[in-house]
Nanobody, 122 residues
């Protein structure tokens, strides 16, 4: 059973926007901290954004000012709104769940979704 399901990826032009959603239908949504990572071909999985238990948000420097993150408790989803997309944002985006908030290393995450592809062309 998948614990996390990502959706919303696609192919866009540079400067356009996409919103990714990470949905969990299990207790993970309320008991773990969720975060977004991405992995481009040949590169390591890198942390992109996360939300702490108090609702505060954190972003990697490469996306700060362009991406926002929000939580929809009714839909049990964590959404990543990506604006002003660049070709460098092209990657598979993953949602992960960690027992401790503020985790920036993928190794600290216990659960992952299957990923959703984002492709940005110039």
């Amino acid at each position: 059973q998948l614990q996390l399901v990502e959706s919303g990826g696609g192919s866009v032009q540079a400067g356009e926007s996409l919103t990714l959603s990470c949905t969990s239908f299990t207790t993970i949504f309320s008991t773990y901290c969720l975060g977004w990572f991405r992995q481009a071909p040949g590169k390591e999985r890198e942390w992109v954004a996360g939300m702490d238990s108090d609702g505060s948000t954190n972003f990697a420097d490469s996306v700060k000012g362009r991406f926002t993150i929000s939580k929809d408790n009714a839909k049990r989803s964590l959404n990543l709104k990506m604006n002003s997309l660049k070709p460098d944002d092209t990657a598979m985006y993953y949602c992960g769940a960690a027992p401790v908030c503020g985790s920036y290393s993928w190794e600290e995450y216990d659960y992952w979704g299957q990923g959703t592809q984002v492709t940005v062309s110039s």
